[in-house]
């Protein structure tokens, strides 16, 4: 399980920082998504949970969002960025990265009160509660501005994204540690 945290944190990583060569992207978004699903799906091969499928299902419709997406801003779609359909778009693909956080932190939980971590797991409700909240106002936001064209927010916009998605990398490192103790715990009720 700490392999597929591990992925997740690297995915939520690229979607965030990409890297740009002029209009093109080295490592588009939707691979970034790509990968937090396979790590989704590495979990989920050890640890079966309705919450964590959601959440492999809504990477995928994400992905798939974040590729269209991707095609529009490479101009290849004739879609203006002030137009009705770019905000639908937006909101589409904010809606899905709500999702998709929303089941996986979920499952997290689910496998944290499986392994008896259940103060820790209290924890993550209510950091579930907090990303959800935020990244909803987030989304409000994003939404009004783009659909307003308020230029002088775009970069408040920006900045507000990457620190919503540097909270969900801080949140998975945790998990990903969390995951270690469950490991050693594991061996040593092997070896006696």
């Known amino acids: 399980m700490v392999q ?3 992925r997740i944190f690297w995915g939520i ?3 965030t920082f990409h890297f740009d060569i002029g209009s093109i ?3 588009p ?3 970034g998504i790509l990968i937090i699903y396979s790590g989704i799906k590495y979990i989920g091969e050890e640890f079966e949970c309705g919450h964590l499928l959601k959440a492999a299902r809504f990477s995928l419709l994400a992905a798939l969002a974040s590729f269209i997406g991707g095609l529009m801003d490479l101009g290849l779609l004739n879609v203006s960025e002030g137009s009705l359909v770019f905000v639908f778009w937006l909101a589409v693909i904010s809606m899905s990265e709500i999702l998709l956080f929303y089941y996986l932190l979920c499952g997290s939980v689910e496998l944290l009160v499986h392994y008896q971590f259940s103060e820790m797991a209290q924890s993550y409700v209510k950091k579930t509660r907090g990303y959800l909240i935020v990244f909803a106002l ?3 936001f994003e939404v009004i501005c783009f659909t307003f064209y308020f230029e002088a927010a775009f970069t408040a ?3 507000l994204g990457i620190l919503i998605r540097i909270w969900l990398l801080v949140i998975m490192n945790a998990l990903k540690n969390t995951e270690y103790a ?3 715990g594991e061996e040593r009720e092997c070896n006696e």
Do not use: S
């Open 138 to 140: 987030f989304t409000v």
């Open 157 to 159: 916009i920006a900045v």
């Open 29 to 31: 978004v939707f691979v």
């Open 13 to 15: 990583f690229f979607m």
């Open 25 to 27: 992207q080295i490592l």
């Open 182 to 184: 469950i490991a050693e």
């Open 4 to 6: 597929g945290y591990r």
